[in-house]
């Protein structure tokens, strides 16, 4: 129950972000002098509607989303009537309009902000100043967590479906081919850091793994804890594991000491209201640019979307639909960890923030394009003392944005079949 409440929450936080979003065009607009005729939550048919002054506001039966409609957003509509032009939005200079069309984007921004103050001033942010990726963390001091036990891998692939489920939530030693952790029997605890594996010294968490893997049998472990030095001789186990540069690449049996990646700096910074400010501006842009790198990576993350529906376990850095985000935030009420829910709120906002500023067609990204090509055209041709070329023929960009339309349709039935047949979990 809680995780079907916690992802039509998550849904109906998706939806008020949206709808204000147009409503962010909508007010600037009004302020500006521009037409608004509509401001609807949701599409297809509708559920009631009313009017107050020029603008009708109602919902809609498909809570997907809204619109507001601004009359003349181009100069090719033909539906604007004769008193109407001189409200008519391509009209207005180029900063009013680019004002208006960001606006949306904008809204999503400060929600983000909104979100990330709240969550600093109250549960805390993540610190996103320790190492966040596999590749960072394998750069990082060979400082290391402890497991109770190591699931081998050489009898979880004969497992049946169910049971492997089974494993995936609980490893127990002695259940479904799990055994106890050699590093825990041997004596060694979190944030110890590892200097040496029987005669290799390390540095880094790459450095022990490798030396973890290449060593046999009972192993000196030399360790730094509190500031004191320490040995423990690990009784290390083997297992098949894939090559630490290719996660899906060719197993070859190795040896295993049942630990894992740690750092001493906490994981949550806290804040009180006032420091939460510049707290939440800081996360918010790395989320800026975390958001850039995702979308950097989506084109060589379809093959493993389609992959992930046909039958091979889903990639968890894959993207998600509005689906997929819904059951994580499920998942998150569920599993009693609302900071999690609001994460993926607020770095959902960035993300649609920025991709909505994209300039392509019929994003607002492409509409603020659009009208600052047709700006920087007409000075150019002032200066070389040519008549003005007047404004874009939109009519000629449609098979462009045709293309926009079909390849983000795809991509969005794409990631919402792989959220429903094979969808991401963050709990184990």
Request: hydrophobic content about 45%.
């Amino acid at each position: 129950m809680l995780f079907w409440l916690g992802a039509a929450a998550f849904a109906l936080t998706i939806l008020v972000s949206v709808s204000l979003h147009e409503l962010g065009h909508m007010i600037t607009g009004k302020r500006f002098g521009m037409k608004v005729t509509q401001y609807f939550v949701g599409f297809g048919p509708t559920i009631f509607s009313f009017k107050r002054g020029e603008t009708e506001y109602g919902l809609k039966a498909i809570p997907l989303g809204g619109f507001c409609k601004i009359v003349g957003m181009t100069p090719q509509d033909d539906d604007v009537l004769p008193e109407d032009q001189p409200r008519a939005m391509w009209r207005f200079p180029v900063w009013k309009r680019t004002i208006v069309m960001s606006a949306g984007s904008i809204t999503h921004f400060l929600l983000a902000l909104a979100g990330a103050w709240v969550m600093a001033a109250s549960v805390g942010l993540p610190n996103i100043h320790i190492p966040q990726t596999d590749a960072e963390q394998a750069k990082a001091p060979s400082m290391i967590r402890v497991g109770d036990c190591v699931q081998l891998q050489t009898v979880y692939k004969t497992l049946d479906a169910a049971t492997k489920k089974i494993a995936d939530s609980e490893c127990v030693p002695g259940k479904n081919g799990a055994v106890a952790a050699p590093a825990k029997a041997a004596g060694l605890q979190d944030k110890d850091l590892i200097t040496k594996v029987g005669d290799t010294p390390v540095a880094t968490y790459e450095q022990l793994t490798t030396a973890i893997r290449a060593a046999k049998g009972k192993t000196v472990f030399e360790y730094e804890r509190g500031g004191q030095a320490g040995s423990a001789t690990v009784d290390l186990i083997t297992d098949e594991r894939p090559p630490l540069d290719d996660p899906k690449g060719a197993v070859s049996t190795v040896s295993v000491a049942g630990v894992s990646w740690d750092t001493d700096q906490p994981y949550v910074n806290h804040y009180n209201a006032i420091s939460a400010l510049p707290a939440a501006g800081e996360y918010g842009w790395y989320l800026v640019e975390n958001s850039f790198k995702a979308m950097g990576r989506i084109p060589q993350k379809i093959p493993a979307l389609w992959h992930s529906i046909t039958g091979d376990e889903r990639d968890p850095d894959t993207p998600i639909s509005v689906i997929g985000a819904s059951r994580l935030g499920g998942e998150a009420i569920e599993k009693g960890v609302p900071e999690v829910f609001w994460q993926i709120f607020i770095s959902l906002n960035v993300f649609i923030g920025l991709f909505n500023l994209l300039p392509l067609l019929p994003l607002d990204g492409g509409h603020i394009a659009i009208a600052w090509y047709e700006r920087v055209r007409s000075l150019l041709y002032q200066r070389l003392k040519r008549p003005d070329p007047g404004r874009v023929d939109y009519y000629k960009l449609m098979p462009l944005t045709y293309a926009v339309i079909l390849i983000g349709g795809a991509f969005t039935l794409l990631t919402a079949t792989a959220d429903i047949i094979n969808p991401i979990t963050i709990f184990k």
